[in-house]
């Protein structure tokens, strides 16, 4: 290869990856937009977690007393359960996990 065609390859294939590396930026950025319109309503004192042993270990953070309403930050569904990130009413951030504690989501996942 000469060198007209190696840089013809190397800017084809650097403009290929960062058009394909935009789309799923994109894409990511339009799941998280999506997550942030959701509220959680809680219906029953609930543990708010922190740390990164999101199913089964995480720290307590805090019990969250019912009728409080919690934004979603971000919505994640791991192999073993599906945690929602929540803004607390003090500032904090922590995270729900989905069967401990009772609470409701709307609009309703999958909507």
Known sequence: M?????????????LAVSVVACLILT???????NDR????TV???TPVFAGDDW??????LMDVAPGIHLGVRR?????????LDVALPDGREGYLVFG???FSVSPPLGD
């Open 2 to 14: 000469d060198g007209k065609k190696m840089l013809r390859f190397v800017v084809r294939f650097t």
């Open 27 to 33: 894409a990511w950025g339009w799941d998280v937009h």
């Open 100 to 102: 401990v504690g009772t």
């Open 75 to 83: 919505i994640r569904y791991w192999k073993d359960c599906a945690t």
């Open 55 to 60: 199913c089964h270990d995480g720290q307590r």
């Open 43 to 45: 219906i029953s004192k």
């Open 37 to 40: 319109k959701h509220v959680v």
